[in-house]
């Protein structure tokens, strides 16, 4: 009986430290994508169309 709760006790241990980690990696991928969406002016989106434009023009003709 002991070493089914030490068990589920580690079980619950890891599941808890891989859901923090998830969530930190969510968190800190939000906040990279705020910062490149703030870092993103009207200069820089002609710059961005202009790439999508040569990607698609390189790819689908």
């Not at 599941?15 to 968190?27: Q, T």
Request: net charge positive.
């Amino acid at each position: 009986m002991k070493k089914n709760k030490a068990k589920t006790r580690i079980a619950k241990g890891v599941f808890l430290i891989s859901f923090i980690v998830l969530f930190a990696r969510l968190i800190f991928s939000l906040i990279q994508s705020w910062d490149f969406y703030k870092k993103t002016t009207l200069t820089s989106i002609p710059i961005i169309l202009q790439i999508m434009t040569n990607i698609y023009v390189n790819l689908f003709l």
